[in-house]
């Protein structure tokens, strides 16, 4: 007697978070981004995109800022030769911190936020 093969498991769909979730989560990724920079907002943006429209647009959001910060303090680090760089340095690390701690304070009210400068790499 033989038994009937075994089919794989199907992935199940991902289950949409809570609006408290939500809003957790993309507070996190904002507040990430001034200790880890990208990294932060490209793993929240990865995992997360799909588990609600309100953490995908604030995880987009803030990883076009970190990466628009990131090429600015990759010229920044180029232009440190002629010294107006570690300006463009300084600028970027204030811009990093001010603007993510109003993002995660937008986040945190459950309200949308648009980082002002950022290129859109993702949407």
Not at 18 to 38: C, M, Q, R, Y
Not at 54 to 63: D, G, I, N, P, Q
């Amino acid at each position: 007697m033989t038994t009937p093969p075994q089919q794989p498991p199907f992935p199940q769909p991902v289950q949409p978070m809570n609006p408290s979730d939500e809003k957790l989560w993309a507070t996190l990724v904002h507040i990430g981004g001034i200790f880890i920079g990208f990294w932060s907002a490209l793993i929240g943006y990865l995992v997360l995109k799909d588990r609600g429209p309100f953490v995908r647009a604030h995880t987009a959001t803030a990883l076009n800022f970190q990466l628009t910060l990131l090429i600015a303090e990759i010229v920044g680090w180029v232009l440190s030769i002629i010294l107006i760089g570690f300006v463009i340095i300084g600028v970027v690390y204030v811009a990093r911190i001010v603007f993510s701690i109003l993002a995660a304070i937008a986040a945190n009210k459950g309200e949308w936020y648009s980082y002002p400068l950022s290129i859109r790499f993702v949407s």
